[in-house]
């Protein structure tokens, strides 16, 4: 079955610290990758894709995420995080024609 | 405004009353979702909807009856609720339900059953 496995529940970092949300599906078709964030008291929205092409995908506020086909990993990366960066992100995965598959979410926690 | 309201964005009711949860979406996306979302669980789907007049479930339908009378509107309906269904609730929409479409979310109704 497909499943996405956001590896880490919480993530504590201190501000202008580098930070890795890790993200690894499993599926036998091809995918499409997605990460969202939700902010407190609000829905979730689209942070950044991949659809094809390069590998390496970028949102406009820093962050970063990779596609790795043969770790099957979708790794969600900022060189330094802010305190407004704090919030909750999924991972999601859309397996061929299926409907979108999310991952349970990573809280990250800017520490002052 | 473009974009896709939820409401109530609060709501508190007791075992075993019927509660309605609003969601409308500007857009005319096909699609419509609906979400619970609990604590160590993630997001669950509950309904969705491939267009008006077309629902079906998803992981967790129990307890829960939806409606899609028109393309913009996608009401789900507690009809007995449980404490078990307290829950933040979200309304999702896309073009299409899947590929490369993006799902936009409303801010979610929190509802808690006494």
């Known amino acids: 079955a497909q499943s996405v496995t956001q590896l880490d529940s919480q993530v504590p970092v201190f501000e202008e610290a580098p930070v890795e949300l890790r993200c690894n599906y499993s599926?036998?078709?091809?995918?499409?990758l997605f990460w969202y964030v939700q902010y407190p008291n609000q829905g979730l929205q689209l942070l950044l894709k991949?659809?094809?092409?390069?590998?390496l995908v970028e949102s406009i506020n820093g962050f970063e995420a990779e596609f790795n086909k043969s770790q099957t990993s979708f790794h969600l990366r900022k060189p330094s995080v802010h305190i407004s960066d704090t919030a909750e992100y999924f991972c999601?995965?859309?397996?061929?024609?299926?409907?979108?598959?999310f991952g349970k979410g990573t809280r990250l926690h800017i520490l002052p | 405004d473009a974009g896709i309201t939820q409401s109530p964005r609060y709501k508190i009711t007791e075992t075993g009353r019927q509660v309605t949860l609003m969601c409308h979406q500007t857009?005319?996306?096909?699609?419509m979702f609906w979400y619970r979302q609990d604590l160590g669980h993630g997001l669950r789907l509950i309904y969705y909807?491939?267009?008006?007049?077309?629902?079906d479930k998803g992981e967790v339908p129990d307890g829960y009856v939806v409606s899609r009378s028109k393309t913009e509107n996608f009401p789900l309906t507690l009809e007995s609720a449980t404490r078990s269904q307290t829950s933040v609730y979200f309304c999702?929409?896309?073009?299409?339900?899947?590929?490369?479409?993006?799902?936009?979310f409303g801010d979610g109704t929190r509802l808690s059953i006494l």
């Open positions: 991949y659809l094809s092409g390069s590998t």
């Open positions: 857009w005319s996306h096909s699609y």
């Open positions: 999601a995965v859309t397996p061929g024609d299926d409907k979108i598959i």
């Open positions: 909807s491939a267009a008006a007049d077309i629902t």
């Open positions: 999702a929409s896309s073009e299409i339900g899947t590929g490369d479409q993006p799902q936009h």
């Open positions: 599926s036998s078709v091809s995918v499409y």
